[in-house]
Every structure is written in C-alpha cells, then in structure tokens.
C-alpha cells in the first residue's frame, strides 16, 4: 500500500523479515473490506483465490452461543431494504410484535445470510435495481500463501526485502529509534519505521517502551490452539464458530483444507484439555501438528510513538471472533497515508492517528465482549464468569439502548456497522422491551411488505451456484504440493 501511494524517487521502503522467526501462522478468515484492499493494489481476484486456496466468506454462523443447541449468522451486508426514516429491524421488531409468522426470521432479509445457509454464493450484479447487487463478501484463505502472495506484490511494488534477524536498536539523543541492528552486524536506519514484528513489538515495546492496555478482564480469552485438518466437504462460504466450555473453536473452510482452532481462557481450561476437545471435535484428517499460541487482548497505548509506527499484532490484539486483525493493519496504513508525516513527525498527526485507532480497537472491543456477555449459557464457570462480568460503559449504553426501542446509533470509528450489531444482538438474544412507535405509522403495509421482500431474496438465492461450482468456474485453485 506504501509502495502504491508514496513517491518512489522520495521515499525509499525496506522490509526486514526473518524466516528463522516466521509469521504467527494463523490469520484466515477476513472481513469485506480486504476487497478494496485488492482493487487498490490492482489484484485480480481470482488469480488471488486460486494463488492462496482461498474461499468466499458470507458472514460467521455462531453456534451454541446464546445457548446449546441454538445457531444464529453474522451475515455481512444490510437487512431488508430502506422502508421510512426508520432502520429495517424497527419495522421487522413492529411485524414480528404483531404478526411473528409473517415477519419470519430476521435472516430472511439477509441474501448473504440466506445465500450462506443455501450454501451458494456468486458475486454481485453491477446492475443496482437486481436483488443480487446486494452480495457483501470476504474471503478465508492459508495465511502463509497470502504473506508469500503479498510479498510478490510489494516486491514488484519496489519494495526491498531484507532478510535478517534484528537483535538490537540504536536510538538517536531524543528517544527515537535510529537504526535497527541485525544478527550479522548489519544496521538498517531510517527516517521513519513501520513494527510489524508481531506480539513482541520489537521497537514499539522493547525499544521505547510504550505499555500495554490488558483488556483481559472484559475478553478473557488468552491462549488458542490450531489444527489444520484435510477437507471433508465442500467448502462453505461461511466461517463457523462454536462456543464450547470455555471458549471457542473456529473451522476455517479452504479449498485444499480446513482451518480448525480453539480459542479459550486458560483460567478455565488447561491448554491439553483445549487440545483434546479440539481434536475430538474435527473433521478430517490433521494435516501438521497443533499450534499453541498465547496472548494478551488489548492495545499499545499508542500506536504512533515518535518515528514509530505499530501495526498489527505489535499495535494491539483483538481475539479472531469476528476476523478483524488483517483488517487492522489495512486500516492502520490507510491511516497513515492520510497523516503521512515528514521528518518533523507533528505532534497533531501523531495525536490524531493515536486517538482514531484507540476508539476504532474500543469499538471492535465493545463488539466482541458482546458475544461473551450477552448469553444464555450457565453450563459452565466459564460462561457464568462472561454473564457476571462488567461491561465498558460503551457497551452498556448501546444493549440500554436496544434493549428500550432497538434503536442503535453509529459511533465515530466504528468498524461494525448496525446490521452487524442487530444481528448478534438478536442472535445473542438481546430484545427491545417495545418496537420503536414511529414504526406504527406504516404497521398496515408492512404486513404486505416485509413478506414480498423476503419473497425476492428467496428466489435471488435459487438463481446463485452453489459456492462449490462458482470456485470450479472461476478460480478453482491447483492441487495443493
Ligand atoms: C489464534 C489467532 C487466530 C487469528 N485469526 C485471524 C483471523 O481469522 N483473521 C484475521 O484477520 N486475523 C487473525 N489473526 C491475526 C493475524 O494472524 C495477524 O493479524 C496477522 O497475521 C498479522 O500479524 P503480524 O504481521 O502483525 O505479526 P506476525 O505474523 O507475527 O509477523 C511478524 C513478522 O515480523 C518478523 N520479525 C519478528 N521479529 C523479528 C526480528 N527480530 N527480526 C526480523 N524480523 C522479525 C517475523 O519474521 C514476521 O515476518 C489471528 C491471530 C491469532 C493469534
């Protein structure tokens, strides 16, 4: 992105990078954004599915969640359509109080939900007026062939990689860093460095120092363990996740595999335990041994400190429930670019950057503690410890909200928009006491309306392939070595 946007005879990027270190290896599930990501670096999209296994991703269905036995979808795009000066779910919330039959589920409004359930996806028509201009999609993909993918795309870029281990920083009199250090003596310096170095934030945290916000008493989560598996059907265009004991496993599915792991809290459950209910509950055969993985949720205290940029893991981790870590880092850059500094690094630049990406993490935070707290389940110290907890202000103030009228309002930064939080709000059970008055006003028609639109869904479903043959058309992958 750095390499496409800033001028090449002004700016000079390197990338360090060590093999003998490698990436954290897990990472495969994205939101809809990433496909702006693509069309700014001029991907061709199906070279990318086919180049990285890839499949298409609909939205995340979460099951056992509100309680055992119950399943609701995350689908990403909008419900409904644009009916009156109120969102979509006030009329649903009015029909269903009325008429729940006629209302019907409020995924039927969904096609990316619908479409997912059916197991079909295709991409959307550019014609606005079809109902299938309504498609919002991502991807799952192996994250070790999307990093080589990238790194193809940023060498040809002008990129110069660098392969070497830093071992140590040089710091200029003011605190800023200099020159980083590597294993065999050679030094990089430069004006300006990005840490991407994962967990450890190499320069970020061990060079300046900058702390750590622990957000483990509202996401207790801290450990994960991962399993790839061979594919036992087709894939579909959705991610699953599925609350267990103490925690919850994700099945990832690829075109050559599925991606399978457990995330949990260790307070609860010790990491062998993790393991054997992970491996008791896969499909398919495992294809490498299980990766253990430990973290801390929650953010640097600042992502910008003097001439240092954090992105990804070393700015900050939010747990993989709604695959929002890539995201992060695209919208980290994004951000960049728009606040690019020179050598004099404004303090006003800096500030900004720091105060956007603190409230975009909250945001992303607020919606995942959702998850947790929100539930019905009291089969397990676990999830009576997530029931009992406190909650940010933030969050609280939103369910208040919902809970009144189900009304919901956007905040600045906000990652997720209102269909995504009516959807795990219902699906997590978190009703308004009475349907917003105003909705009243069109109560006559909306039983006429509400079952003609789910109509038009249904039979735009039935005209998309099944997710397995749009790959076969369009991008199917070669065996994988
Ligand atoms: C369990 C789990 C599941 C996840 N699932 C998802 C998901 O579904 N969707 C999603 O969007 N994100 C997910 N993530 C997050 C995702 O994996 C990361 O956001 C993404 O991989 C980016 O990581 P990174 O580049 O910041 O760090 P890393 O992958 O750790 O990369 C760090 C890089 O720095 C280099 N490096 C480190 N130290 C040195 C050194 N001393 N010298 C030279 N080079 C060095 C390494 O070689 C490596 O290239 C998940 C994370 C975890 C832990």
Redesign the pocket.
């Known amino acids: 992105m750095l390499a496409r946007s800033l001028p090449r005879d002004r700016v000079r990027i390197t990338l360090?990078?060590?093999?003998e270190?490698?990436?954290?290896?897990?990472?495969?599930?994205?939101i809809p954004p990433i496909r702006e990501l693509n069309a700014m670096l001029g991907i061709d999209e199906d070279a990318f599915v086919r180049a990285t296994q890839a499949s298409f991703k609909l939205g995340i269905a979460f099951e056992d969640w509100h309680s055992v036995g119950e399943r609701y979808f995350h689908p990403f795009g909008r419900f409904g359509a644009s009916l009156g000066t109120l969102p979509f779910q006030s009329y649903w919330h009015e029909l269903s109080r009325r008429d729940a039959d006629r209302a019907g589920p409020l995924l039927a409004y969904s096609l990316p939900g619908m479409a997912a359930a059916a197991g079909r996806f295709c991409r959307p028509s550019p014609d606005p007026r079809n109902a299938l201009s309504n498609i919002s999609y991502a991807f799952h993909f192996d994250?070790s062939l999307y990093a080589r993918f990238l790194r193809s795309v940023a060498e040809g870029g002008g990129v110069e990689r660098v392969e070497?281990?830093?071992?140590a920083t040089r710091m200029t009199a003011d605190g800023a860093i200099e020159a980083v250090v590597l294993s065999d003596g050679r030094t990089l310096d430069a004006d300006f460095f990005i840490d991407?170095?994962?967990?450890?934030g190499?320069l970020i945290e061990e060079a300046l120092k900058t702390g750590y916000e622990d957000w483990r008493h509202w996401l207790p989560c801290d450990s994960?363990i991962?399993l790839p598996t061979s594919a036992h059907e087709p894939p579909r265009p959705y991610t699953r996740s599925i609350a267990g004991p103490a925690g919850w496993q994700?099945r990832?599915p690829l075109q050559h595999r599925t991606g399978n792991?457990h995330?949990f809290c260790s307070a609860f459950l010790s990491a062998d335990e993790a393991e054997a209910q992970l491996r008791s509950s896969v499909a398919g055969r495992p294809l490498a041994e299980a990766k253990r993985?430990r973290?801390t949720t929650g953010r640097r205290r600042v992502a910008w400190n003097r001439n240092v940029l954090a992105?990804?893991?070393?700015a900050g981790?939010l747990e993989?429930l709604e695959?929002?870590?890539?995201?992060?880092?695209q919208s980290a850059i994004t951000r960049l670019l728009a606040l690019f500094p020179d050598r004099g690094f404004a303090p006003a630049d800096l500030a900004y950057y720091n105060h956007a990406t603190a409230r975009e993490y909250e945001r992303i935070r607020d919606f995942l503690v959702l998850h947790y707290h929100a539930t019905e389940r009291r089969d397990s110290a676990f999830w009576e410890h997530c029931r009992a907890m406190a909650i940010p202000d933030t969050l609280r103030e939103r369910l208040d909200l919902y809970r009144s009228r189900g009304r919901f309002f956007p905040a600045e930064f906000d990652l997720f928009l209102e269909p995504s939080w009516v959807a795990v709000m219902e699906g997590q059970g978190v009703r308004p006491a009475a349907p917003d008055p105003l909705a009243a006003v069109h109560a006559e028609r909306l039983a006429e309306l509400l079952p003609r639109i789910r109509g038009t869904i249904a039979a735009a479903v039935t005209a998309m392939p099944p997710h397995e043959r749009f790959i076969a058309e369009h991008c199917r992958a070669p065996a994988a070595a």
């Open positions: 360090l990078e060590s093999e270190i490698g990436t954290v290896g897990v990472g495969e599930a994205t994250a070497g281990r830093a071992v991407a170095s994962g967990f450890r190499l994960a991962a994700w990832i792991g995330v993985l973290f992105v990804g893991l070393a981790f993989p695959s929002t870590s890539i995201h992060l880092v």
